[in-house]
């Protein structure tokens, strides 16, 4: 398989030029495990390993390979690869890294396209697809809204849904699918560009990687059944993985996500709730915070019912969550820095007490 069935370009080959990489082999990351990887390459898939000096000068884990990440490679043993450097990446969607203040976790480079998946039938929720929409929208990444398990509902409640996820998300495709019937597969398969690649974001047990199978034609993940208890998925996909499928185009599939903390993304916000920006351009403040201004233009357009109040709700929620990341990467910094002058200090009353 050559490099160019998994997404290798004409513009990777030109950074690999201009970062002076040609001496070395070219791979891209298709599984990340505790700072394992699986690299494919034209030779098949190794594993591979990052060089003492590529982990020396990483100073955060965005520094570190991820899956989707081309990469420069060289062998070291049957089968094992080093990897030296990570070329630059197109698009990187993240999040806010679960229990770790101020501190962000890839969940997928350089991808085109993002299959947003939500199950009809259990805790269908417009609120978290926004929170997706956010995170592809601050990384240039095109969404597509996949609603799952349509075989539980009927047509009548599924016209519903359909019409009040497109009421609020405007100019995003929204395509019904059952993995257990196939309906939808085929159009969702026909939409997938060779080349181009794809990731599927979601929470646990809304049916991504019985998507993934059915889009592959073959069992390549284990599937389970929705917890009883909680009504919640069980984890099945507990690392990100890169699969090429057969009509060229390469998917990446990810563990499901039951928090998606919202970053530094002021333009993922403003383009998701666009129609909110266009309105605050008539509030009467400039810094108008939409909570209890006077003349503010979308808090009137709230009490008429011409914006919908879930979501501005959730504009509110998200933009307090971006400014509370911003602020704790902030104080991050200056305490960093502090430590920093500390240890300055500390050499240079050192050295003096050697003389």
Not at 8 to 33: A, C, M, P
Not at 205 to 211: A, C, D, E, I, T
Not at 246 to 261: L, Y
């Amino acid at each position: 398989m050559k490099l160019e069935h998994f997404g290798y370009s004409d513009k990777i080959e030109k950074l690999r030029i201009q970062k002076n990489l040609t001496d070395f082999e070219v791979g891209r990351i298709i599984s990340e495990h505790k700072e394992r990887y699986i690299v494919k390459t034209e030779k098949g898939e190794l594993d591979a390993e990052i060089t003492g000096n590529l982990r020396y000068t990483a100073n955060t884990r965005e520094d570190f390979p991820a899956v989707g990440d081309w990469v420069a490679i060289s062998e070291y043993d049957d089968d094992k690869v080093l990897i030296h450097s990570i070329f630059p990446r197109k698009t990187i969607i993240e999040r806010h890294a679960v229990g770790k203040q101020g501190e962000k976790q890839i969940i997928a480079t350089n991808i085109d396209f993002a299959f947003i998946v939500q199950a009809v039938d259990r805790d269908f929720n417009i609120n978290r697809i926004e929170r997706y929409l956010t995170i592809c929208n601050t990384s240039n990444v095109k969404p597509i809204i996949i609603l799952n398990k349509i075989d539980l509902i009927n047509d009548t409640v599924l016209t519903d849904l359909m019409s009040k996820v497109q009421e609020r998300v405007k100019q995003v495709p929204v395509i019904a699918i059952s993995n257990e019937s196939q309906k939808g597969i085929e159009r969702l398969r026909k939409s997938i560009v060779k080349g181009k690649t794809y990731c599927l974001l979601g929470s646990s047990g809304v049916g991504k990687s019985s998507l993934l199978n059915n889009l592959s034609g073959k069992q390549l993940m284990k599937t389970n059944e929705i917890s009883s208890s909680t009504n919640k998925g069980r984890h099945v996909t507990s690392h990100r993985e890169l699969i090429v499928l057969e009509n060229g185009g390469i998917i990446i599939d990810n563990p499901g996500m039951r928090e998606v903390g919202i970053v530094n993304s002021t333009d993922g916000l403003d383009i998701t709730f666009e129609a909110i920006i266009e309105l605050s351009k008539d509030c009467k403040f400039k810094d108008c915070t939409h909570t209890t201004e006077v003349d503010c233009a979308v808090l009137k357009s709230v009490k008429s019912g011409e914006l919908d109040k879930s979501s501005y709700e959730n504009y509110l929620k998200m933009e307090r969550e971006k400014e509370h990341f911003e602020s704790t990467v902030a104080e991050k910094r200056k305490k960093d820095k502090n430590f920093g002058k500390m240890v300055k200090q500390f050499k240079n009353l050192k050295k003096s007490n050697r003389y």
